[in-house]
């Protein structure tokens, strides 16, 4: 289990209350850290839709960025995550439009406050994707390449007599990869994901990716707000749950030993145990969506 700063300091002291503080405060601040995610790319290329899946919304659900064939975002627009509002995706404008002309667009979306970029695209990487890359470079903030619309591809190409999935992937990939090369991205890394099937393709690499590159405390923050699109996600989600569960729990029984005034643990009580019910739910629908035949189990276990 991982330690708590300051609890085993305050215990060794027998001061339960300043350990019951500390725990307290630990568990607000991993509710509290802000992660935001800045996706960019050309109109149409899949952004809104991405932001949707991402935040487990449908296109037309209430709170959903506006998607289509014609729609255009001209500003850049916050979307909070629903559970976790802390965890903010960006839905930018495109690059190198009249208003947003490539050498000032990072300074007109506000690049400070980004943890790092997603770059989008739908058929080949542009010189202004490039553009905006060196621009990030600068700043010395990460970035990702998603081709987008990867089911789209897909469907086409199975029409072929000899059409193979892992083939046609690969020749997706390298050609973005060379296409990004030969604009002078170094290693680029590229991602092939479809927003209405995030659980196929590289998706669930792209998260591994993020997960590996970001600071520890970012790191819960983006597991907590993940779709719940595979089995190691929800296993991971499970861990840090349990994690939070023990502080809970010790954190109650410091209460309940020594009365902090001003402790309030009921709530996040309350919001545990809801969860805990979704969590059965979510893994039920997974394992049926799959055709695992694996009994439900107790996240708890
Ligand atoms: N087949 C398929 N279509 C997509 C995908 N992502 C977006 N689209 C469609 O592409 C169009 C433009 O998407 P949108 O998200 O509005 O692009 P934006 O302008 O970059 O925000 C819409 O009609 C979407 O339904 C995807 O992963 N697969
Ligand atoms: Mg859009």
Redo the contacts with the bound molecule.
């Keep these: 289990m991982e330690d708590v700063p300051g609890v085993k300091e305050a215990l060794q002291k027998n001061n339960n209350a300043a350990a019951a503080a500390k725990i307290e405060e630990n568990l607000k601040q991993q509710n509290n850290i802000p992660l935001n995610i800045a996706?960019t790319?050309?109109?149409?290329?899949?952004?809104?839709?991405?932001?949707?899946?991402f935040r487990g919304l449908c296109?037309d659900e209430e709170g959903a960025?506006?998607?289509?064939?014609v729609?255009?975002?001209s500003e850049v627009t916050e979307y909070p995550h629903p559970n976790y509002p802390n965890v903010k995706l960006w839905?930018l404008p495109?690059i190198g439009t009249t208003k947003f002309p490539a050498k000032k667009y990072l300074k007109l979306v506000g690049f400070e406050k980004y943890d790092f970029f997603i770059i989008?695209s739908?058929t080949r990487f542009t010189e202004n994707d490039v553009k905006l890359t060196q621009e990030i470079q600068k700043i010395k903030k990460k970035f990702y390449f998603v081709r987008?619309?990867?089911?789209?591809d897909i469907?086409a190409e199975r029409r072929k007599r000899d059409f193979n999935e892992e083939k046609t992937l690969k020749v997706i990939r390298d050609d973005c990869v060379h296409r990004l090369r030969d604009l002078g991205v170094e290693s680029p890394q590229v991602f092939l994901?479809?927003?209405?099937?995030l659980h196929l393709y590289d998706f669930s690499l792209l998260h591994e990716t993020l997960d590996r590159d970001l600071p520890e405390h970012k790191r819960h923050a983006l597991l907590r707000a993940m779709p719940n699109i595979s089995l190691e996600i929800i296993d991971k989600k499970k861990k840090t749950f349990k994690r939070r569960l023990y502080w809970l729990s010790a954190l109650s029984a410091a209460v309940v030993a020594v009365p902090v005034p001003g402790l309030s643990i009921a709530v996040d009580i309350a919001v545990l145990v809801k969860s805990r019910i979704e969590f059965k739910i979510l893994l039920l629908t997974y394992k049926h969506r799959n055709h695992l035949r694996i009994q439900p189990e107790d996240p708890l276990q």
């Design positions: 996706i790319g050309e109109s149409g290329s899949g952004k809104s839709t991405f932001v949707n899946a296109d960025a506006p998607t289509g064939v729609e255009t975002t839905d495109g989008i739908a987008s619309k990867i089911d789209n469907n994901v479809s927003s209405f099937e």
